[in-house]
């Protein structure tokens, strides 16, 4: 159908969505085109998706079970909230005239009755007695869709998918009562979605509800610098032994404080929208220069993939809505959504830096995720700030050190470098055993000539959620930087050391952090009969970085440092001496050195890859000599 004839037919069909109210953000209307290179950067992106899930939907009317849903190239599971794509075909349907995305958008919503329940719920799986907080989620997703481009749909189906949407929003109405029900990413994000429905539904009592959660959400905010917490198990108020709450970034960045946002400026809620300024502010602190997020200390980063977390939306709209309070929200955006280009190959969002390098497929459920925001933009596009990179982000214009008391986790910054150095104890859920970088744990070191060089994964890579992440696509190797040793083949740690403490100091060229840390196994069992006590110090300076491990204690041969330097396998690695290593990067090299011989570990191939934050690195271990109790590394950029 050609795109004038199916505009016409549409606007035809979709006269009686006059009885929904249409509502847009807070935001006084730009005169004339603005942001044209960020908005053609969003649509292009956008479409770019739309096409790869198109490629992967699976299209057989005779058989309702699988007709329309998108089937994951990666897991042998069915992502079940693959029907929140509605929103972004349906946009990508009226904006570029094609019918294809409105087949499309029909066939993956029409799909979701296989995992509808008959109390109004979506499940996260097959199964109906799955987890069904996913509701609130799918609900804004068909309530943005049908308030924008409800007018492409017949009436009749426009009808029932209205009924659909009140059944959606009666369920979650009943479930999420308070703003804690479960982690904080849900009650907080009901403000948003609790007031769209009531505008959408002409529901008072969802507005309502809106304003209590608002009301409760700012208790979760904390005093110093704004984070918002609440993202751990069971007790979202649970502290951990330093007396550190819940705090994960991904999902405040990528869900939560976005939600806030939206609903703040829709509610005129000044002392909210403030407080959500104030602690978005705090979360840029941890972006990267090339958009990536700094989440290896956050409590649910076993769903870490450098660019945010894998289930969630995305971060641009908090950051667009809030730039022009910072401009360097605006800045903020377009990396963000720059480094989501780079990660996408045929149309999917990959979850991080080198799946396409290292043979990985990608999971499907990035990929419809992200698009939301990207719909939502485009849909308010005349409302939104004016977007440029004029600003630059604070991590990108730093230097010196700075410390954040309620992860105990510093950042630090001299010359090029970029790293940060964790002590956060607050553990996502003890049962299941996640643990993100802590124990005083390198758990970044980016510069800004060749990237990203260290990242943390999870110590041990575990399934918190297991439809929600991907299996481990070979040996698990932690990416994290670390001290280890063995013993009776049990593996200690620097990582399992959640009572480890940090000093740092700033001396005009210099800047060091000292960790004091034991090593320990998974139980938390100080290793015996050789040194568990030592201390790390990292040492930057604008020419170099050096990490120096020490102990007063005998050392078993076993006992090393590994350093992972993040690498895609073909960039070429040289053995130029006993103690110095090269890794050729496009933009420079990389050179490692260290007093005592360095080696590559042994693996099946010639990088290790770990899902978190998916990146390929090349392990290089420096063992502790047998008359000597310090090894010292440094590295350079040439």
Known sequence: MKRRNFIQLSALSGMGLSLVPMMSLSLDKVDGEHSTEFKKLTFDLLKDWCDGMIKVQVINPADPTVHGMLKCPACDVVHTRCFDAVYPFLYMAKATGEKKYLDAGIAVFEWSENVTRADGAWTNELKPNSWDGITAFGAVFLAEALKYHGDLLDEQRRARWMDRLRRAAEFTYQKFTAVDISN???????????????????????????????????????????????????????????????????YNVEETLNSLVMYALQENDEELLQLVTKSMNTHLEFMLPDGGWDNGWGTRMFKWTYWGSRTCDGSQQGLVLLSDRNPAFGTAAVKYTELLKRCTADGLLHGGLHYVSHGVK?????????????????????????????????????????????????????????????????????????????????????????????????????????????????????????????????????????????????????????????????????????????????????????????????????????????????????????????????????????????????????????????????????????????????????
Request: aromatic fraction near 8%.
């Open 184 to 250: 904080i990413n849900y009650g907080a994000s009901c403000t948003y979605v609790f007031h769209l429905l009531g505008r959408v539904l002409n529901e008072p009592k969802y507005i309502e509800r809106s304003k209590k959660l608002a009301a409760e959400v700012k208790a979760y905010f904390t005093n110093t610098n704004a984070f918002l917490y609440g993202e751990i198990q069971p007790d979202r108020q649970r502290l951990s032994s330093k007396g550190l709450p819940g705090i994960d970034l991904g």
């Open 362 to 638: 990608p999971c499907i459920h990035h990929t419809f995720e992200h698009a939301k925001p990207l719909a939502g933009l485009l849909d308010h596009w005349d409302h939104l700030p004016e977007i440029n990179t004029q600003t630059p982000l604070p991590r990108t214009a730093a230097d010196g050190v700075k410390y954040f008391k309620e992860i105990d986790t510093s950042l630090f910054a001299r010359g090029d470098w970029r790293g940060t150095v964790a002590g956060y104890d607050a553990i996502y859920s003890i049962q299941k055993g996640l643990q993100q970088a802590t124990g005083g744990s390198l758990s970044l070191l980016y510069h800004n000539k060749v990237g990203l060089l260290c990242a943390a994964s999870m110590a041990v890579y575990k399934l918190g959620e297991v439809y929600n992440q991907q299996e481990a696509p070979g040996e698990d190797i932690a990416l994290t930087p670390r001290l280890e040793t063995y013993k009776d083949d049990v593996w200690y740690t620097n990582l399992f050391d959640l009572a480890a403490t940090i000093d740092a100091a700033d001396n005009d060229d210099e800047i060091t952090l000292v960790a004091s840390t034991q090593l320990k196994n998974e139980a938390r069992e100080v290793v015996g009969s050789t040194a568990s006590d030592f201390s790390i110090s990292y040492t930057c300076s604008a020419k170099e970085m050096q990490i120096t491990a020490k102990t007063s204690q005998d050392i078993n041969e076993q006992t090393a440092f590994v350093l992972p330097i993040i690498s895609p396998t073909g960039e070429k690695v040289s053995q130029v001496s006993e103690y110095e290593i090269t890794i050729q990067k496009p933009e420079g090299m990389v050179r490692v050195m260290a007093n005592v011989p360095l080696k590559v570990k042994e693996m099946p191939k010639s990088r290790t890859f770990n899902m978190v934050p998916g990146a390929e690195a090349l392990p290089i271990l420096a063992f502790f000599k047998d008359d000597e109790k310090q090894l010292e590394i440094r590295i350079e950029i040439v």
